[in-house]
């Protein structure tokens, strides 16, 4: 957020800043508003009032804490999430689940179904039905849908190039949502990368510029943020983590056709089997062995978390991140084995950007996903909220 | 480059963004700038008027080609490199070049010399007596310089954290050299950074937003450009390509103390193993070898290409670059191995990155660390010119 005083026709950008900081941080103060952006009091305040017309904001109350502190408090600018919404639909196996979601990543309903099967088609029924159901309940402005799918997604129209898990190979998914949904706005985009956008901009990597999430779940989802900007690549299909190549002499054959991908160690599947369980174990059941188990953990556990340490160890040299977050089924073995990762990763990592990462677990659960999707959305509207929100 | 109309205030973005054409793309018609700015022309005169005060371009005259053009043609403006002068010098293995490098990359005068021994105080006055050499034999401004280390630099104090070559582990390069240099500006680098930056700016990766460099000479250099930024991370670490971790089962000791790093597979020392060479074999008698050598590739030099393209697959699937660079040792055996580095990068890499992707050698050979480097320094200089060059 970048904030510019004294130029007039630059009053869009900063009411696009202040209204995304309310969204981001939730409920401020004036006088924090004032501090954060560099704006001087009066212009804060026709700014509020903008955006106050615009139905997003409203102000009044004192917080407790202000109450005691010296001075007369300012008032509390609180962003409204009952008039602007988003959609987020995260695709998975068999299923989808979909959130209404309100500014500042308010939750405000959400619904799930199950797909018949895997096709492209069914799954973009599905979606199409419970964006109808979540639209029928609510009274507010629904501004557009990003959809996660797990899998490579050419971003300029939603093409879905790779989804292994899906069964799907170059499947126009975009089109064939945006079809049966004429006039909102949709957008499709890897899980992995909204993930990290989520955990980055609300979550464990706030505060952090240079960020990498990583899922494992069936296989793995990965992000990256470079300087605060999620990383793309030329095409956007950069971050794709799990394909790294970590023992292409000896390893097992990944969907992608390629021996020896990261995801191939420490993918679901893998810990799945390392656990005693069958390849395509839920989560659930996944998570019931480990809390059933004391001790050491087992040999295939322990050689998992070395190929953890292994990979994190080539991200770590080449992306020199600040902070690392595990998700998914990683978040759940992680505890049990941090010690072997720390030493598998610094055996092959270089001091120097070794000594400046930190691994940490996600900080928004199974949300991480949906809220990720819906911002997707609000940076497109909240880029310029006078003429989008408009009455 | 961003130019931005209508605001008296920001003329010296204007001024800077001017320039800063003008040093990259070297002699354009006012026509061109006009054209390229989106600035109107009385506003592009003002400026050209500006820097010609400060020295640093001159007009007139006309190319050949725009005489028999139509119309009359508008008078070419150049960037003049007698005036302002950056230094940019290149730490190895026993030795060091330095060059004085004017504007739109001129180097105008080389020195070149031996050390005693790979020291870095050693170093650091070779270093400063190739500085005093060429300020002796220069009318013009000298505003700093840029210095390449084959090693891992914390970029704000030119700390050098580890440079296995020269041995050195946390040495104060930036401090001692700045010490010996009073009144300089010094910054340190690393060389893949820098060759990164010089073929981004100025060679082969001219156009592309994403970029990637690659340079086998003793170990492996590397650098990255991410959305046409420079990839630095948390700390200026990133880009360490050479220490992914390829072969962590069954590759040889790094001398990072890691285990299968690419650059224990495509490295200089490997090639020259490869070839038949003492690994400490020279870059000349390198390419003498592979020059007399016909037909199929030794068996070990189908593996270095192998892992080449392993190696090249998961950067491929990580980063989604659209070029790769190939320099140093991997530009000389390139040619000879590139179907088996093709075959052997596509069988690891997803299809949707790999198809954007072409393998490219670098075009400014030799001087590419050195024009990065000077390039550090030009960034600095360029960024306000009317203040840093006033007289």
């Known amino acids: 957020v970048q904030f510019i005083s004294g130029?007039?026709?630059?009053?869009?950008?900063?009411?696009?800043?202040?209204?995304?900081?309310?969204?981001?941080?939730?409920?401020?103060?004036?006088?924090?508003l004032t501090r954060l952006t560099g704006l001087n009091r009066s212009t804060v305040g026709a700014l509020v009032a903008e955006l106050e017309t615009l139905g997003v904001v409203e102000e009044g109350g004192f917080p407790a804490a202000a109450a005691v502190g010296r001075g007369r408090p300012s008032m509390i600018v609180r962003p409204r999430s009952e008039k602007v919404q988003v959609l987020a639909a995260e695709?998975?196996?068999?299923?989808?689940?979909?959130?209404?979601?309100?500014?500042?990543?308010?939750?405000?309903?959400?619904?799930?179904?199950?797909?018949?099967?895997?096709?492209?088609?069914?799954?973009?029924?599905?979606?199409?039905d419970l964006v109808a159901e979540l639209i029928a309940r609510t009274s507010g402005r629904?501004?557009?849908?990003?959809?996660?799918?797990?899998?490579?997604?050419?971003?300029?129209?939603?093409?879905?190039?790779?989804?292994?898990?899906?069964?799907?190979?170059?499947?126009?998914?975009?089109?064939?949502?945006?079809?049966?949904l004429p006039g909102l706005v949709v957008r499709i985009r890897n899980d992995g990368d909204l993930g990290a956008?989520?955990?980055?901009?609300?979550?464990?990597?706030?505060?952090?510029?240079?960020?990498?999430?990583?899922?494992?779940?069936?296989?793995?989802?990965?992000?990256?943020?470079?300087?605060?900007?999620?990383?793309?690549?030329?095409?956007?299909?950069?971050?794709?983590?799990?394909?790294?190549?970590?023992?292409?002499?000896?390893?097992?054959?990944?969907?992608?056709?390629?021996?020896?991908?990261?995801?191939t160690e420490i993918g679901g599947e893998c810990i799945a089997e390392a656990l005693g369980l069958p390849a395509d174990a839920s989560h659930d059941e996944v998570v019931a062995v480990l809390r059933s188990k004391d001790g050491q953990p087992s040999q295939q556990l322990a050689q998992v978390a070395h190929y953890l340490g292994v990979g994190l160890a080539s991200i770590v040299n080449l992306l020199n991140p600040g902070l690392i977050v595990l998700g998914g089924l990683?978040?759940?073995?992680?505890?049990?084995?941090?010690?072997?990762?720390?030493?598998?990763?610094?055996?092959?990592?270089?001091?120097?950007?070794?000594?400046?990462?930190t691994l940490s677990l996600p900080e928004l659960g199974g949300d991480a996903v949906l809220l990720g999707a819906a911002e997707v959305i609000w940076q497109e509207l909240l880029a310029d909220p006078?003429?989008?929100?408009a009455p």
């Open 91 to 128: 695709v998975m196996v068999g299923q989808a689940s979909i959130a209404l979601i309100g500014l500042s990543g308010t939750v405000i309903h959400r619904a799930h179904g199950r797909a018949a099967d895997n096709t492209v088609h069914t799954m973009a029924d599905l979606v199409a």
């Open 386 to 389: 006078a003429a989008t929100l």
């Open 142 to 180: 629904v501004y557009g849908l990003g959809i996660s799918v797990p899998g490579v997604i050419r971003i300029a129209d939603g093409n879905v190039r790779f989804a292994p898990n899906l069964g799907w190979h170059d499947q126009p998914f975009g089109e064939l949502v945006s079809a049966r």
């Open 197 to 263: 956008l989520a955990e980055y901009l609300r979550g464990a990597a706030r505060g952090y510029d240079d960020v990498v999430f990583v899922a494992g779940e069936t296989g793995v989802g990965s992000g990256v943020i470079v300087g605060g900007e999620p990383l793309l690549g030329a095409g956007g299909y950069a971050g794709e983590l799990g394909h790294m190549s970590v023992r292409e002499q000896g390893g097992r054959r990944c969907r992608c056709g390629a021996v020896g991908c990261w995801e």
């Open 7 to 32: 130029s007039p026709e630059l009053s869009r950008t900063n009411l696009a800043g202040l209204l995304r900081l309310l969204h981001l941080n939730g409920p401020m103060r004036r006088a924090q």
């Open 330 to 357: 990683l978040r759940e073995i992680y505890p049990a084995v941090a010690d072997a990762v720390r030493v598998s990763m610094l055996a092959s990592a270089l001091a120097a950007p070794a000594e400046q990462v």
